[in-house]
Every structure is written in C-alpha cells, then in structure tokens.
C-alpha cells in the first residue's frame, strides 16, 4: 500500500490542549468524578465511562493532536481500505470490474484503487446525502453510477447483487477484513510517531465500524493501556447500540424511538428532514459484519453528540486551524470537547477521518454554529 497511500499529518491542536486545560483547571476531583459517573449512568446504550481515580495535577497540560486524514487522497481515509482490498486480489478477479455502494468518500477511494490498479469501478449508490457535485465528481473520474433505494444498507445489498451477476468483485465500505485491515494503518502511523507512553486515548468518528475496528485492533495488539473512544451522531448510533446489545441492530425508524432520550429523539428528528451533518457515518449496519466484534471488544467508550455539537465543531476547526473537515470528522472532535475535562493531563489524537463536505452541508452548519446577528 505504502506508494499509493500518504502518510498524513499529525498535527499538534493547542487550540484543543488550551480547552482540556481549562475544563481541568474550572472543576475539581470531587465535581470531575460525580460527573463522570453521571455521564456514564446517563447513557444507556454506551460502556461504563472509566475515569482516572483522580484529578490531573494543572502541571501536566493534555496534548491533543489531529490525525488529517482529511488530507489523504480523496480526501478521506478510505482510499487504505480500498487498496488493501484491491491489492489482495489477483489481476484476474478485478479484470471483470469492481462494484461497491457508497454515499461518497468510499466510491471516490475504490476509482482511485482501481485506477492506480488499472481496474473498472461502478458504483451504486442509494443514500439521499450524496450531493449533485459528489455525483458529477465520481462520474468525471470515470466512475458508472446506479441510483438505487433511500439507504445504504438498501444499496450495499443491492451493489453486491450486481457484482454477482456480473462475475466482478465488491468492495465493501467496512464489512471485509481486508478494507478493515487498510483502515489500521492509520493506527499503525500513529504508532510510529508516538512513542510508548505518549499516547493514551483516540478519538475515531464511527459509521460500519471499518475505520475504528482495524484502528482498536491495532492500538490493543501494541499497547492495551490505549484507550479508544468511538464517537457517533446521536441521529445515527447503530454501532454504540449493537456494541451494547451485543448483536447488529437496525436503525432507528422514527424519532420517538429513543428510550426516552429528549436530546436523541430531537437529533432524529432533524435529521430525518435534513439528515444528519455526519453524513458519511450515518446509515445501517449489515447485520453479519466483521466489524461488530472489534468494535465489542477494542473499544473502551462510547460518545454520541448532537448535531449543535457537530456544526460547533466544523466551524471551530475552520476558525481555529483553517481547516474543512467533514460531519463526521466534527463528531470526534465534538466528542473531545465533551471529556475535554477527563482527558486533561494525557497525550490524545483525534482522527479527523475527512474533509469532503457539500456546500449545502457546510453552510447549514455555519448557520447553526454562528448564526447571523448573534453576539
């Protein structure tokens, strides 16, 4: 993989440092512990929150950095997967072509795999959040788009079918140890520019679960001391609520399923009219995939935040590190502001795993971050 891949940047966020040491700094061990077990009571679907048996002295700032795999090709991360799978087949089995379904970042990977392969990529795509440009860029890459259903579960099954029919191989967006396995060298990247002992927690945004179980997998494998934190919309958590049921469940059908949850049932509320703004995580788990038991088993926490949260997050990473980063890249980042307190003292990286945002997107974002006229 290593001559079609970057190894993207990991750069420090004093930005992020300076609010962990505040949270720190504005609450004692007494008010860090009630609310840590609070927030763990409070979250029915999620792990019990460890926290640190007491405060981190002030003397000990958190370092945070950002894992930019927004600035991978394509502008996601996806691209590792995507060539791990590729590279894994014989020139022969991807002769007939390669089918995949996506709502965006995982098709742009799997035309650059098969283009830096010499292969053909068609790509059927059913998810309502793909936008005109996202279409018009696959397409001018060389991609043959099929529209098909309302959700991605809807067109993964159906992309597989025609892969089928066609004697050509799909490409899964998360649901294959090989594409799973790619992810984890984001892991691996990390691994080498942290010595041990200089990284304590990651933050990785969660849709099928591809992205953080090659993730988990690998931190585990090097360091069990590792912590590795998933973070979700609340308007689509299918895998913190499989990981807590211990089995695939289907996404929720309308907002008044949420055990009671006001701030969840809002969440999908509004993204059921304009959908989530983590887009690229949102959407249905196939109910036999690979990356359930990684995600049992690798990950220590789960956090899922709102979609103010999320706006607030892509509009503070514009403002504070001139960077655009995707919904999904927002969540982690959203996350991090909530356990900014906790985490204080500890070397943390959050993996911003994207920056393809539509227009549309991103300004519904800024409106509901910094509104017009507010102070």
């Not at 996506?102 to 309502?128: I, K, M, Q, W, Y």
């Not at 098909?148 to 067109?155: A, I, K, R, T, V």
């Not at 594409?179 to 892991?187: E, K, L, R, S, W």
Request: negative net charge; contains cysteine.
């Amino acid at each position: 993989m290593r001559p079609f891949v970057r190894h993207t940047p990991l750069e420090p966020s004093p930005w992020l440092s300076g609010l962990a040491a505040a949270a720190a700094n504005g609450r004692g061990a007494g008010q860090d512990a009630a609310a840590c077990a609070s927030a763990s009571a409070g979250q029915e679907h999620s792990p019990p929150a460890a926290c640190p048996p007491q405060q981190p002295s002030a003397a000990a700032p958190c370092r945070v950095a950002l894992k930019l795999e927004s600035e991978q090709h394509t502008g996601s991360f996806k691209v590792r997967g995507a060539l791990n799978k590729l590279l894994s087949l014989s020139p022969e089995a991807i002769a007939p072509g390669v089918f995949t379904a996506s709502t965006g970042n995982h098709a742009l990977a799997v035309l650059f795999a098969a283009a830096a392969l010499s292969a053909a990529a068609r790509e059927p795509d059913g998810s309502s959040s793909s936008s005109r440009k996202a279409l018009a860029k696959l397409r001018s890459l060389g991609g043959h788009l099929v529209l098909h259903g309302n959700d991605c579960l809807q067109s993964e099954t159906a992309a597989r079918e025609a892969a089928a029919a066609a004697g050509a191989v799909y490409v899964s967006p998360y649901n294959d140890p090989w594409v799973m396995a790619g992810q984890g060298t984001v892991a691996l990247e990390l691994l080498t520019a942290r010595r041990r002992g200089r990284l304590d927690a990651v933050l990785v945004p969660v849709g099928g679960g591809g992205l953080i179980g090659g993730v988990a997998a690998v931190l585990k494998a090097a360091d069990p001391g590792i912590r590795v934190i998933g973070c979700q919309p609340a308007a689509s958590c299918v895998m913190a609520r499989s990981v807590a049921a211990g089995a695939v469940q289907p996404e929720y059908d309308c907002a008044a399923d949420r055990d009671g949850d006001p701030d969840a049932a809002a969440a999908a509320a509004a993204a059921a009219t304009e959908g989530t703004l983590s887009d690229a995580t949102a959407g249905g788990v196939e109910y036999d995939s690979v990356t359930l038991q990684p995600c049992m088993d690798c990950v220590d926490e789960w956090v899922t935040v709102g979609e103010g949260e999320i706006a607030e997050a892509m509009a503070d990473m514009l403002e504070h590190h001139s960077k655009l980063i995707e919904g999904a890249a927002g969540c982690a980042v959203a996350a991090f502001k909530r356990l900014a307190a906790r985490l204080a003292g500890q070397w943390v990286v959050l993996v911003v795993c994207g920056g393809n945002v539509a227009l549309p997107t991103l300004r519904r974002a800024l409106d509901m971050a910094r509104p017009e006229g507010a102070s």
